[in-house]
């Protein structure tokens, strides 16, 4: 990543390094889809094996089915999931990850692996803040 500042020209130019903290940069909006509550789940998820849509849904409990809608859209706008309509009746829909998908999950899946190794250190912490 690179601190340089980047200008309204630079954001134009596909030359140019990607620096997320720059407020055009286009690897900005990639970074919050992945790294939104619903995306980290489904890319993670889509780590198991391909996933038909409503199976992808019981898998990430909690998540509407609009807003898996809208992640799964935004993840394979952003080549991160491949989305494949199966020619059968009724059609099917398998979600699965691109090569992409599958780097940016793995580093998803070592960051939740680290939390819940961590999860009783976090409580504690959780609990002295809110004591104080």
Do not use: K
């Not at 991160?80 to 309509?85: A, N, S, Y």
């Not at 099917?92 to 939740?112: F, K, M, N, W």
Request: hydrophobic content about 40%; aromatic content about 4%.
């Amino acid at each position: 990543m690179s601190t340089r500042q980047t200008t309204a020209a630079d954001a134009s130019d596909p030359t140019l390094e990607a620096d997320v903290f720059a407020r055009n940069c286009d690897s900005r909006p990639v970074l919050q889809n992945v790294a939104s509550r619903w995306g980290v789940l489904a890319l993670v998820a889509l780590r198991e094996g391909p996933y038909r849509f409503s199976a992808l849904r019981r898998r990430v409990e909690g998540v509407s089915e609009r807003m898996l809608s809208q992640t799964l859209q935004a993840l394979e706008r952003d080549g991160l999931i491949h989305r494949e309509v199966q020619q059968s009746i009724p059609p099917r829909v398998e979600y699965t990850l691109t090569d992409l998908g599958s780097q940016v999950a793995e580093h998803l899946e070592a960051l939740i692996v680290t939390l819940e190794t961590n999860i009783d250190a976090i409580r504690r912490a959780q609990e002295s803040y809110h004591r104080e």
